[in-house]
């Protein structure tokens, strides 16, 4: 088997909602990828679950880890630190990220105290390549004017706003007690019901604005975050926020 759409022949195909993934499609393809299990779907079939133990994933992610290890081996992690608000521990540096500690050595290995995914070790990888330096320009902006956003602005919206604000809906006050748990602030907002500072990476300061009436909500960003990160890391950023308030509001740990 080849493709997703191989996969995706030995899944049920009922959509059931069951697993991780939102649609069997889905689940082919993050199966592909290394990303899901056999065992994440619990009503495979054993023909089923014979064919998907044939497969090798094919993983570039684990390439693009390699390359941005090599780039940061030529980095002083010391010289860097401040500037993306990261602690010096010994030889290697501490960084906060979505609630969590992550230790960065000089060779780009990451060490925490729960599983590390790849998407995680290449987001911070970059953070610490980037190593920007620039100081907050107290200007809010959304994500549209950021240095290439309106490129992304509808993946972001779809990926990442607009499940945030399912999640509000569907829980608010969960979602404001893991918000808080992961180092937000709740602040007045004129046009918000609700809203939050909130620092994803020690960098990159973010306001979460939810208005309950339209159900809807908005994230902002310092106008100098494409300093730190491009676009494409700040949907994955906030797509693994979402990942893992989903996470909590389903009962499960991170």
């Avoid at 959509?15 to 499609?25: H, I, L, S, W, Y």
Wanted: glycine share 6%.
């Amino acid at each position: 088997m080849q493709g997703p759409l191989d996969i995706y022949k030995n899944l049920p195909r009922t959509n059931c909602g069951r697993c991780p993934q939102k649609t069997c499609m889905a689940y082919a393809a993050a199966f592909l990828r290394g990303e899901a299990k056999v065992d994440d779907c619990p009503i495979l079939t054993d023909e089923a679950r014979h064919e998907l133990s044939k497969v090798t994933p094919t993983d570039w992610r684990l390439k693009l880890i390699e390359q941005l290890k090599e780039e940061i081996a030529g980095i002083d992690l010391q010289e860097i630190a401040s500037g993306i608000g990261a602690e010096v521990v010994d030889n290697a540096i501490r960084i906060r990220c979505l609630g969590m500690d992550y230790l960065i050595d000089n060779r780009g290995e990451i060490r925490t105290e729960v599983h590390i995914n790849p998407w995680i070790k290449i987001l911070l990888l970059h953070y610490v390549r980037t190593a920007g330096r620039a100081r907050p320009a107290g200007q809010w902006v959304s994500f549209s004017e950021l240095k290439s956003g309106m490129v992304k602005a509808k993946s972001f919206s779809r990926d990442c706003e607009e499940p945030l604000g399912e999640l509000f809906q569907r829980d608010e006050s969960s979602v404001e007690a893991a918000l808080v748990r992961m180092g937000a602030r709740r602040i007045d907002f004129e046009t918000a019901d609700l809203a939050y500072h909130f620092h994803p990476l020690p960098a990159i300061p973010t306001l979460i604005l939810y208005r309950r009436q339209e159900g809807s909500l908005k994230v902002l960003f310092d106008r100098v975050t494409d300093r730190y990160l491009d676009v494409e890391s700040i949907v994955f950023l906030f797509e693994g926020l979402v990942h893992l308030l989903t996470n909590i509001l389903s009962g499960h740990r991170r």
